[in-house]
């Protein structure tokens, strides 16, 4: 197929399997900056899985884009065969990567298409075209998005704003928008999570959901998104780790030969990729070994074993499954073709001659001026302000509330998150913080691991309070509602006269649990970011009232 990529009958056994493995890893360089040793190696361990093993990829979190450049060159350095290099970059590169644009979850885009479909459309082709180039400069080469998935309830802890809508018309139509603006680029990108994530109300990340809908249904709602970005030629799709009964009664989707080779392969006509979701996930490494899921997610029809717990072990296991006839030769030769095509795909920049063939991409710029230019770009930071400002609600009925308490000597700025430690885009410099604290808010941060405090109006000291909630969907935390210190932070607020303005950056399924509570004189701003330049711009609609502008 071409120079860069070895025949795949000259591989050995294990040097195919190996191809199908992406494992994790972080974007910083150091050993001492790892965040999540459970699951990023070391660099001795990395090194050993890319040089000796030869996985095919890799998914990086963590560090500043600038990093990531390095941390890629670094990768693909080690790798004899190019590397896939991956990233959940659904809300653009600056999501996981400081420095690089940051947009609203998709789920504004549905905000915006409610009143403006077009907008919306041309906002989605922008989110893809932006991500994939800002992707390609540090040297990501896989797009882990869009989420297909139709969140349609509104207690999805693990979906929720991931989401481009609540029905199957809207996030097909965004969905298209997105490859297409993505596809201008040569990067790949997946479709998430096969055959539809967004009706379940546990974290699969924690433990399996259950998805009971009959197939009318699930062909209805959740497959028809799918179908779009197949057409629209997306090049992955990944699987979920529910348990669908009509589909399958005994395996998650993961695993299930039913759903990945029958429904996705075969009904649907997909030749892709097909990529599991993270092998380490509470739904299936909670119930399956480590080891034995990945034989069994090959034997379903997976091509590719997302972040296997244990590499050395997953290969082994693989080709020990082999060996005894479980799984054809040929069945694995298949996944690597699938590889080799992708890999080919992104590998057409590769340029001269050099034992490891990935060192001279030209779009892997470590110089910071060729990199500054490619990132967060000021037509990219204008698309990022007008979807926070078409996407917000708000209720500004007057500022008397907050000109009676304006020069108050005692306000206060309350800040809500779900876990200060895990928070992204929260600093002493963020306008959350930065900008009541110049007119003299005096901040308090709370989380769900603050001690409590007895809330009690009538022997509480009257303070003046801006209330700021950081309330979406976090994987792993299971945060889609209200957490139970924002409720009783709201109610005792509200009920002692001292609310001033609410602010809510995060899910709108927060919002409709307040409002029906909330006095008709506070003033409220909803937007779904919470990027620093979501902050700045929900509290440029309280300013004057805030005293936010006065010097």
Not at 184 to 194: G, I, P
Not at 327 to 355: F, L, M, N, P
Not at 364 to 389: F, S, Y
Not at 392 to 402: F, G, I, K, V, W
Request: with cysteine.
């Amino acid at each position: 197929m071409t120079s860069l990529l070895p025949d795949i009958e000259a591989l050995s056994l294990q040097q195919q399997v190996a191809q199908m493995l992406v494992v994790r890893a972080s974007g910083y360089l150091f050993d001492h900056q790892i965040q999540y040793p459970v699951w990023e190696p070391t660099a001795a361990m990395l090194r050993h899985w890319v040089e000796t093993l030869g996985v095919g990829g890799v998914i990086l979190l963590g560090g500043s884009a600038g990093e990531v450049a390095l941390r890629s060159q670094q990768l693909q350095a080690w790798a004899t065969i190019p590397l896939l290099v991956a990233a959940d970059v659904e809300e653009g590169v600056g999501q996981r990567f400081s420095g690089a644009t940051w947009f609203p979850p998709p789920m504004a885009l549905a905000a915006v298409a409610q009143n403006f479909p077009d907008r919306a459309e041309r906002y989605a082709e922008q989110l893809g075209d932006t991500t994939a180039q800002e992707a390609r400069a540090i040297g990501l080469n896989w797009v882990l998005a869009p989420v297909v998935d139709v969140n349609n309830n509104p207690d999805n802890p693990v979906i929720n704003v991931r989401s481009f809508g609540e029905t199957p018309a809207i996030v097909s139509q965004l969905t298209t928008a997105f490859l297409r603006g993505a596809q201008r680029h040569s990067v790949l990108t997946s479709a998430k999570h096969f055959p539809g994530h967004g009706d379940t109300a546990v974290d699969s990340h924690l433990e399996l959901p259950v998805l009971a809908h009959a197939r009318d249904r699930l062909a209805q709602i959740e497959i028809p998104p799918f179908k779009a970005a197949i057409a629209a030629g997306v090049d992955a799709v990944m699987s979920a780790h529910l348990q669908i009964p009509a589909l399958d009664p005994e395996f998650p989707a993961t695993l299930s030969p039913r759903i990945l080779t029958q429904e996705l392969r075969q009904a649907l006509g997909f030749d892709g990729l097909i990529v599991t979701d993270a092998l380490v996930m509470g739904a299936i490494a909670n119930r399956y070994g480590a080891n034995e899921a990945a034989v069994l997610a090959v034997e379903a029809g997976a091509d590719i074993l997302l972040m296997p717990l244990d590499p050395d072990g997953a290969i082994q296991a693989l080709c020990e499954a082999v060996e005894m006839g479980r799984i054809a030769a040929d069945r694995i030769q298949s996944s690597v073709e699938r590889i080799w095509r992708a890999k080919y795909k992104v590998c057409a920049s590769v340029q001269g001659d050099t034992s490891h063939t990935w060192e001279t991409l030209s779009s892997v710029g470590i110089e910071t001026q060729a990199l500054t230019a490619q990132l967060a770009q000021p037509q990219a930071q204008a698309m990022v302000a007008a979807i926070v400002r078409n996407s917000m609600q708000m209720q500004c009925p007057d500022h008397s509330r907050l000109t009676q308490a304006r020069w108050s000597c005692d306000r206060r700025n309350l800040i809500i998150v779900d876990d200060l430690l895990a928070g992204e885009g929260l600093g002493r410099h963020t306008p959350a913080i930065a900008l009541p604290q110049e007119l003299g808010y005096a901040l308090q941060l709370v989380d769900r691991h603050t001690p409590p405090i007895a809330l009690n109006k009538e022997m509480s000291t009257w303070q003046p309070t801006l209330l700021q909630l950081f309330i979406r969907g976090n994987p792993f935390r299971g945060s889609a509602g209200l957490t139970q210190t924002a409720i009783d932070w709201f109610h005792f607020l509200v009920e002692s006269d001292q609310l001033l303005a609410l602010v809510l950056y995060g899910s709108p399924y927060v919002l409709d649990k307040f409002l029906p509570t909330l006095p008709a004189d506070v003033p409220y701003v909803f937007t779904y970011g919470q990027m620093p330049s979501a902050q700045a711009i929900a509290l440029e609609f309280l300013s004057d009232g805030l005293g936010l502008n006065a010097h």
